[in-house]
Nanobody, 115 residues
Framework: QVQLVESGGGLVQPGGSLRLSCVAS????????MGWYRQAPGKQRDLVAT???????TYADSVKDRFTISRDNAKNTVYLQMTSLKPEDTAVYYC?????????WGQGTQVTVSS
């Protein structure tokens, strides 16, 4: 089993920045990729960014050039640096870990972009 704990969400003004963190614990040896997803009220949960153990990354078109996913292996932590935030980025952000036999989700952290 893998446990994921997100942090770093909050209220930010348009154009501002936030950094989300996701700490993984448990059977982390089974993880080969981690990512961030988000879900706005009344909408489906969508991919934001993923990063494999080898460093390959993918981003949703809506966040390219604004968001950056990174990982600190020593801390078992994946980050999502978000800049130039827009109101449409408002959502609950979830961390996801892809294991060899199953995937895992964190509990989510709320990001609200509003003036």
């Amino acid at each position: 089993q893998v446990q994921l704990v997100e942090s770093g969400g909050g209220l930010v003004q348009p154009g501002g920045s936030l950094r989300l963190s996701c700490v993984a614990s448990g059977s982390i040896f089974s993880i080969y990729s981690m990512g961030w997803y988000r879900q706005a009220p009344g909408k489906q949960r969508d991919l934001v960014a993923t990063r494999t153990n080898s460093g390959s990354t993918t981003y949703a078109d809506s966040v390219k050039d604004r968001f950056t996913i990174s990982r600190d292996n020593a801390k078992n932590t994946v980050y999502l640096q978000m800049t130039s935030l827009k109101p449409e980025d408002t959502a609950v952000y979830y961390c996801r870990a892809f294991g060899t036999t199953m995937t895992y989700w964190g509990q989510g952290t709320q990001v609200t972009v509003s003036s």
